[in-house]
């Protein structure tokens, strides 16, 4: 029936479906998300480290005219996110607070997006009406109340990782609405354009993050496995039953074909997808732009991501091979990275959090556990209630097994092995996150399925309070870490969890003292920078003192270091241990001959921020040891 075929909807149908949709679950689910969000980052006092504050500043200086088309100082992860805040920026002001704005309306759109997949699975699974809105209430409400190591990360403006998650769940989501169309015969016409969306969200996914490789991996093996598989049975088909060749007709792309036609069909459908390419062109459009121009170093530097000569410094001494590399690296993820997705775990937090955590760990290993033996049974046993279930969460585990093979495989997961102490890696970890609501989903589902079907022989009732009441429990341990985190430790940066939480009294000191240019690490400089709006310029000298270059070296922001090269006595921050009373950079000064102002601020436990002022001469900054010793930085 075509659409001038279609009855009109009679108004009382409209208001009904309208009604329907109201009442929906989806809407609880956003609540429920937006508030838990927005009372995490009340609950932290909107603290930001300095790789959040510098996206901060390429907002700010976008509404200032700058075109920048990746993250300050690097040639990956594109400036997305950096153009999405500065809307919010010429909306409302710069501030903190709209800083996490941005991720957190963005995660509500990953919970939406939760909330249609889960949709597409259950009906494919062909799930009763009650089992479906069941697997997609779950799965919905377990991404809403996400892990808190998760949504720490996901509210985290480190230049582009909520935005990631956004696009690989579109991914999987066309991916799989590709094959399902695919094999329900859709003409071509709309599998054009489903290549086309395909390839564009590749595209521009790489641009933002290259992170997204784990999710093309999977909808890569996705589309592959139904390609051979759909092949495998054309050509089987004769073999089955040769009678019926060329004389079986088949609806296929809109045609009437035969059987024998079948497969000619088939390649010709396939050709589609080379659709995908331009697509994927004008997605990377703004890397490819920028590449041109720059020797293509972003993309050499994505090819040579699973090359052990790109880990890190310190590590290339005790890596000679890259079986050793993936050896730790597996052994990073199995102990330290994957719990903490799971758990949501912090690297470090209260023995009462990690009792809490430790519950919600095992829960969450149950049901991986769970989906993974009910899809392996699924293979050997063909039993329709187990078919559903692979076809419920095939994808979604695909991708997590995928997920756990980039972090594995890939040297930019190498910094972790620095220190397990600190979680230097952990956050190429993280898209496991987007599956794991899934496998909560399907586990509670088919038990819910069990429970239902038993009738009245088990007291339904009563199972289905006590499975819930467990559900419920984990959701309840997760809502209670977020009020039970520190919140001054929580959003403070892995490779410097010392610096300031609060560096209010310090801005005002500053300003006060008409401070305007002044030397500082990253991690103390970027977030004053960014709150006074560039009001006070700070850079970090360690790009002089470690590198042992020359002074033309433009750091992450060339105007920044060129700003305090040529600074009239600019003044000094650096990170003290708050027992020591005479601390390196004073002796410095003291020994040159430099008079000055000093005063210290707390900044974590243990540590003071030292600001030095009111220098009688400029003093500059030299690549010696003493300079060195006088600016301690973090990992």
């Keep these: 029936m075509t659409a001038e075929q279609r009855p009109p909807i009679a108004p009382q149908q409209f208001q009904r479906h309208r009604y329907t949709a109201l009442r929906s ?17 009340y609950h932290t006092h909107g603290v930001i480290d300095g790789d959040e504050a510098m996206v901060g500043i390429q907002a700010q200086h976008i509404l200032r005219g700058e075109h920048p088309v990746y993250y300050y100082g690097q040639h990956y992860m594109g400036s997305l996110e950096a153009y999405l805040m500065a809307v919010l920026f010429a909306i409302a002001g710069p501030s903190v607070w709209m800083l996490r704005a941005e991720p957190i309306l963005l995660s509500l759109v990953v919970v939406w997006l939760t909330w249609k997949f889960a949709g597409v699975l259950a009906n494919t699974a062909q799930l009763t009406s009650s089992a479906q809105q069941v697997f997609k209430t779950l799965a919905t409400l377990c991404a809403a109340v996400s892990p808190l190591y998760d949504t720490v990360l996901e ?65 890569t093996l996705w589309i592959g496995g139904f390609c051979l598989g759909r092949f495998r049975s054309i050509v089987g088909a004769p073999l089955a039953g040769a009678l019926g060749w060329g004389g079986e007709t088949l609806g296929w792309g809109g045609e009437q074909v ?65 079986f050793a590399l993936i050896r730790d690296q597996t052994y990073l993820y199995k102990t330290y990275v994957a719990p903490r997705v799971i758990s949501g775990a912090l690297p470090i937090e209260s023995s009462l959090l990690t009792a809490m955590h430790t519950f919600a760990l095992w829960i969450g290993l149950f049901c991986i556990v769970a989906t993974l033996a009910l899809i392996a ?30 972090f594995c495989t890939s040297t930019a997961s190498s910094a972790g092995l620095i220190s397990f102490q600190y979680d230097l890696a952990g956050r190429y970890a993280t898209p496991l996150m987007l599956a794991l609501p899934f496998f909560f989903a399907t586990t509670f589902t088919l038990a819910y399925m069990y429970i239902h079907k038993l009738g009245r022989k088990v007291c339904p009732p009563l199972a289905l309070v006590i499975l819930f009441a467990l559900l419920f429990a984990y ?9 039970l985190t520190d919140p001054d430790a929580t959003y403070q940066s892995p490779s410097c969890p010392i610096a300031p939480a609060n560096n209010d009294p310090i801005i005002a000191y500053l300003q006060h003292e008409h401070v305007h240019y002044a030397w500082a690490i990253t991690w103390i400089g970027n977030p004053i920078i960014f709150k006074t709006n560039d009001g006070i310029i700070l850079s970090d000298p360690r790009l002089i003192i470690n590198r042992f270059i020359n002074y033309h070296d433009p750091g992450r922001y ?30 410095l000064l003291d020994s040159r001959h430099v008079t000055y102002k000093a005063r210290r601020f707390p900044s974590e436990p243990g540590y003071d921020v030292l600001v030095v002022t009111s220098l009688s001469r400029t003093l500059p900054i030299e690549a010696t040891h003493t300079f060195t010793a006088a600016f301690p930085g973090c990992i």
């Design 25 to 41: 679950p989806l809407w609880l689910c956003l609540l429920v998300a937006l508030l838990i969000r927005v009372w995490l980052t």
């Design 155 to 219: 509210l985290r403006t480190l230049g582009g990782y909520i935005e990631t998650f956004v696009l690989m769940l579109c991914l999987l989501l066309a991916a799989f609405q590709l094959t399902r169309r695919w094999q329900a015969g859709a003409a071509n016409k709309e599998l054009a354009w489903r290549w086309a969306v395909i390839g564009f969200i590749v595209g521009l996914g790489f641009w933002v993050d290259q992170l997204i490789v784990s999710t093309v991996l999977a909808a």
């Design 258 to 322: 035969t059987l024998g036609g079948k497969a000619h069909a088939f390649l010709k459908s396939f050709w589609f997808a080379t659709i995908a390419i331009p697509a994927c062109l004008l997605g990377a459009a703004p890397a490819v732009v920028w590449g041109a121009t720059h020797k293509w170093t972003n993309f050499i530097y994505v090819l040579q991501l699973g090359s052990i000569k790109t880990i890190n410094v310190d590590l290339r001494p005790r890596y000679t091979s890259q």
């Design 377 to 406: 049974l699924s293979l050997v046993w063909h039993h329709p209630e187990l078919k559903r279930m692979r076809q419920l969460c095939g994808l979604p585990l695909l991708f997590a097994l995928c997920t756990a093979f980039t």
């Design 475 to 483: 959701l309840g341990t997760q809502v209670a870490t977020y009020a």
């Design 558 to 587: 060339p105007a920044y270091t060129k700003a305090l090269l040529h600074a009239d006595r600019p003044a000094m921050l650096t990170l003290v241990m708050h027992q020591d009373t005479y601390p390196m950079l004073l002796r």
